[in-house]
């Protein structure tokens, strides 16, 4: 029978090390005997204070209470002195600080739910009130992140290696025991599994571990390639809507809990290009916003081209901020999204903690010559002038929307090439962008199945004309960039190049630290237009740096206290 689920332990698995280590760390830096407090937590059996803490019957609390009572009266009938400063929340206290998510493991269960695999963690484990109970809150919301689900003793008042918890587990996976994969640091927890029909492993270390759970899945997990982060499901995320002002509402996705990172799509996309960024940005303590761009799914797409000018779109986005309640952001944009985070720190710097802009550079306006003319001065893009008269893009677009989807959105790996290249030079003159494109093209890998499925639905309800909008503003953007050329970007800045974009390639951003002091810069060589998607795992550690080493956050002032 094939095997489609597997389950984690958590302590000496997911997360380590283990309690066990901290304890032991804790009776050496105290002079107490070997395994003297692991005695104590451990007396009575099924009775013990951590038997009763697994099945919920006390709390993280109480376990330290009775701990303490307990290492009193063990001391006094062993001879042995405890020091003053003696705690037994101690050694929670280091495992928390110290202790950290086995990020290999945590890979290789995001490959197996790519393959199709249900991922659970099963774990013994407390009801946390203590004092430091935010990073329990903190673990376990990031584990429901990756995994399918988690199950927790103190939640079934059933620990392992009570066959209950197992039985229990199957059901929750809908799974038979032989389709099931166990890993677990204590080989007494995997009795009962293995006696059930489970397979076992044992994890003494990661390397071995992985070994045998590629043994026994059939999955290759130790590959060098780049892995793919963990994705969020448009189903399974929380969905905001934002009225701006009668008749134009702004939809956004929402994950995380922290300082506010705002990201903004460009053309042809949506909020989930994102969905590898998402929940990466909250695991690292960031409230992550990804915005559906106006003229987008289920943002509204008037009909009145200025309503996609630069000027109108920031306004709307200084209007989104106030009505969350949100002073200052982070912004991240890319492609479109760029420009408008570039315009945010140039006309509202008040409301922008950083700027980071994917593909896009910025260039003050040179008043100097007509934008019209300047843009028909770069052949790359024509098929900008092919966007102008509202109708004849949009037919072309519209007309297979999966088509257009899957000749745009393509990575520059060789394996996912179309017969010949997007070409944006001389566009008006072939009769469209899609001329000469096969009818069917193969899937891209960048925007597989469900993705797809996705993006054709949002543009099957909003249309072309809203995204194809925002060409259609040339000249006023130009006038309102005017209005700020001699201005400088100074808020903390990056800008993220890709090699091989066609477009925006990073000669175009040549100069850019005159206009903005404060810039960092990152490249990734081989990346194509679609950085969100086909570099996720790199951008993520080139954002995630960044981020985390921006100035701390200034501390809300109080201006009143109605």
């Known amino acids: 029978?094939?095997?489609?689920?597997?389950?984690?332990?958590?302590?000496?698995?997911?997360?380590?090390?283990?309690?066990?280590?901290?304890?032991?760390?804790?009776?050496?830096?105290?002079?107490?005997?070997?395994?003297?407090?692991?005695?104590?937590?451990?007396?009575?059996?099924?009775?013990?204070?951590?038997?009763?803490?697994?099945?919920?019957q006390i709390t993280l609390s109480q376990l330290?209470?009775?701990?303490?009572?307990?290492?009193?009266?063990?001391?006094?009938?062993?001879?042995?002195?405890?020091?003053?400063?003696?705690?037994?929340?101690?050694a929670f206290e280091e495992m928390a600080a110290k202790g950290t998510v086995n990020a290999p493991l945590l890979q290789a269960a995001r490959v197996l739910r790519r393959n199709g695999f249900k991922t659970g963690v099963l774990t013994n484990n407390w009801v946390d009130d203590s004092a430091g109970r935010l990073f329990t809150a903190t673990l376990m919301n990031l584990l429901r992140r990756h995994f399918d689900?988690?199950?927790?003793?103190?939640?079934?008042?059933?620990?392992?290696?009570?066959?209950?918890?197992?039985?229990?587990?199957?059901?929750?996976?809908?799974?038979?025991?032989?389709?099931?994969?166990?890993?677990?640091?204590?080989?007494?927890?995997?009795?009962?599994?293995?006696?059930?029909?489970?397979?076992?492993?044992?994890?003494?270390?990661?390397?071995?571990?992985?070994?045998?759970?590629?043994?026994?899945?059939?999955?290759?997990?130790?590959?060098?390639e780049e892995p793919l982060p963990t994705a969020c499901d448009p189903s399974n995320v929380t969905h905001g809507y934002v009225p701006i002002r009668p008749g134009v509402q702004l939809h956004f996705v929402e994950m995380g809990h922290g300082p506010v990172v705002c990201l903004c799509h460009g053309f042809p996309e949506s909020?989930?290009?994102?969905?590898?960024?998402?929940?990466?940005?909250?695991?690292?303590?960031?409230?992550?916003?990804a915005l559906e761009m106006k003229g987008y799914g289920e943002s509204t797409a008037p009909p009145d081209l200025e309503e996609y000018s630069q000027e109108r779109i920031c306004k709307d986005l200084a209007v989104f901020l106030d009505k969350l309640g949100i002073p200052q952001t982070v912004l991240v944009g890319h492609d479109w999204g760029g420009a408008v985070v570039w315009n945010m720190a140039l006309f509202y710097p008040?409301?922008?903690?950083?700027?980071?802009?994917?593909?896009?550079?910025?260039?003050?306006?040179?008043?100097?010559?007509?934008?019209?003319?300047?843009?028909?001065?770069?052949?790359?893009?024509?098929?900008?002038?092919?966007?102008?008269?509202p109708g004849v893009a949009e037919a072309e677009l519209e007309k297979d929307i999966g088509r257009t989807l899957k000749v745009l959105i393509r990575s520059t790996r060789r394996e996912d090439r179309l017969p010949f290249a997007l070409n944006f030079h001389g566009v008006r003159e072939r009769g469209g962008l899609l001329v000469g494109f096969p009818e069917?093209?193969?899937?891209?890998?960048?925007?597989?199945?469900?993705?797809?499925?996705y993006y054709i639905q949002r543009f099957e309800k909003s249309g072309f004309s809203g995204p194809l909008n925002w060409y259609r503003n040339m000249r006023?953007?130009?006038?309102?960039?005017?209005?700020?050329?001699?201005?400088?970007?100074?808020?903390?800045?990056?800008?993220?190049?890709?090699?091989?974009?066609?477009?925006?390639?990073?000669?175009?951003?040549?100069?850019?630290?005159?206009?903005i002091p404060r810039l960092r810069r990152e490249h990734l060589e081989e990346c194509g237009h679609?950085?969100?998607?086909?570099?996720?795992?790199?951008?993520?550690?080139i954002l995630l740096e960044w981020l985390e080493g921006l100035p701390p956050d200034t501390p809300l002032p109080k201006i009143s206290r109605l």
Request: charged letters at 25%; glycine letters at 6%.
């Open 149 to 224: 689900l988690v199950i927790e003793s103190c939640q079934l008042r059933a620990q392992k290696p009570d066959p209950e918890i197992y039985t229990y587990a199957l059901d929750a996976l809908q799974a038979k025991p032989q389709e099931v994969i166990l890993l677990d640091d204590i080989g007494e927890n995997l009795k009962p599994a293995r006696e059930m029909g489970m397979a076992t492993i044992l994890v003494r270390d990661t390397e071995t571990a992985l070994k045998e759970l590629e043994e026994l899945s059939g999955v290759q997990l130790l590959t060098q």
């Open 440 to 453: 069917n093209p193969p899937a891209s890998q960048i925007l597989p199945g469900p993705e797809l499925q």
């Open 530 to 541: 679609w950085t969100q998607m086909e570099r996720p795992a790199a951008l993520n550690r």
């Open 64 to 90: 330290f209470s009775e701990m303490e009572e307990g290492c009193r009266q063990h001391a006094s009938t062993s001879g042995i002195v405890l020091p003053p400063t003696f705690s037994v929340s101690r």
């Open 1 to 56: 029978m094939a095997r489609r689920a597997v389950l984690f332990d958590l302590g000496g698995v997911l997360f380590g090390p283990g309690l066990q280590h901290f304890l032991g760390s804790c009776e050496r830096d105290c002079a107490l005997p070997r395994n003297f407090l692991q005695k104590v937590l451990l007396a009575g059996g099924s009775d013990s204070p951590y038997s009763r803490a697994m099945r919920g």
């Open 350 to 389: 008040e409301r922008v903690r950083a700027v980071a802009s994917l593909n896009t550079p910025y260039r003050p306006a040179d008043p100097s010559v007509d934008i019209v003319e300047k843009m028909k001065s770069y052949p790359t893009f024509d098929y900008q002038f092919y966007f102008q008269e």
């Open 476 to 515: 006023p953007n130009w006038r309102w960039a005017l209005s700020a050329k001699d201005r400088k970007i100074m808020v903390p800045a990056l800008m993220v190049t890709a090699g091989k974009d066609a477009v925006l390639h990073p000669s175009m951003s040549k100069g850019m630290e005159e206009w």
């Open 271 to 289: 909020w989930l290009s994102w969905r590898y960024q998402i929940p990466a940005l909250a695991d690292a303590g960031f409230r992550v916003i």
